[in-house]
């Protein structure tokens, strides 16, 4: 019986392993959808397609929503639409390599809003975690003698705080929905409000290649339906100190897939405030894990 639960354990964890680093591959595929599209057309496109394929396998879902659900999934999409949109803006003119270490700063904004929204300082683990974050961040943006933000970086910065965001919204706001629900008219709602968007700012033009429509399908496939999807289910067999551990596989995935596939080169400075980024996802994680893990030891013993 041991044998059977640590092989699901096992398993929840390669699922939360592959899902992140499914959506990892995000950055590449964007990368070269956004040749001729705009990066509100690539979210539409992506997310429609992504939402017909949800809807359609769980479609016993689709009705049963309220207009409370659909309130919040409209306030969960909207957040995630501006992380997305910042995202994609930020990486028109920054290496994917480099926008997944930055989005690493999600460990420190989570914490720091969290403190700010509820009032209470944060605890000297997260001070420590936001400190290496903080000075990784500044090896990675060294240019030269100097620190300094291009436009592009920033913009990445900014997503990751809209990220940050939603996943604080989708934690407050969802507490009491259905959570397949509220999974698929997210879809539905990042793609409306990037409708609006192209059609206001872009020129709307359809992918212009075989390439470009296979990295939209991938962005809608893999990264949206695969990744979003198989993340919750792998969960239910592991801790949240152990997906934390596990969440490293997006940055290195990230960064792996713009070095072999997008010809990006990483600075010895970039490295090693990538490892500090690193380190300030893992570390924690890693104690609370331990921590975790010594309470179960000792109340077994009991």
């Not at 919204?169 to 698929?184: E, F, G, P, W």
Request: with cysteine.
């Amino acid at each position: 019986m041991k044998f059977h639960i640590e092989m699901n354990e096992r398993r929840g964890e390669f699922l939360v392993g592959l899902a992140l680093a499914l959506r990892a591959s995000s950055l590449l595929f964007a990368t070269i959808a956004m040749r001729t599209m705009g990066p509100y057309l690539t979210i539409a496109i992506r997310f429609t397609i992504a939402f017909v394929i949800i809807a359609f396998l769980f479609r016993k879902n689709i009705t049963r929503v309220d207009a409370r659900t659909l309130l919040h999934c409209a306030l969960i999409g909207i957040t995630f639409f501006f992380a997305m949109l910042f995202e994609l803006m930020g990486l028109k003119t920054t290496p994917s390599s480099v926008t997944a270490f930055l989005e690493g700063m999600v460990v420190v904004m989570v914490p720091a809003i969290t403190c700010v929204a509820y009032r209470k300082l944060p605890d000297r683990l997260t001070v420590i975690s936001a400190v290496l974050a903080v000075i990784g961040v500044g090896f990675l943006t060294l240019k030269g003698d100097r620190i300094g933000f291009t436009t592009g970086e920033l913009l990445v910065l900014l997503g990751t705080f809209w990220y940050s965001l939603s996943v604080l919204v989708t934690d407050t706001a969802a507490k009491n929905d259905d959570l397949l629900t509220v999974s698929i008219y997210q879809l539905l709602f990042i793609a409306v409000f990037a409708y609006i968007g192209a059609f206001i700012f872009e020129e709307i033009r359809l992918p212009q290649s075989g390439t470009e429509w296979g990295a939209v399908l991938a962005l809608a496939v893999i990264c949206s339906c695969v990744g979003f999807t198989i993340q919750p289910f792998g969960q239910k067999y592991t801790t949240p100190e152990r997906a934390g551990i596990l969440a490293v596989f997006n940055p290195l995935t990230a960064a792996v897939l713009g070095v072999v596939f997008l010809h990006e080169k990483m600075t010895p400075t970039m490295l090693f405030g990538s490892f500090l980024i690193l380190i300030s996802i893992l570390a924690p994680a890693w104690i609370q894990d331990r921590a975790a893990r010594k309470r179960s030891s000792e109340a077994d013993g009991d």
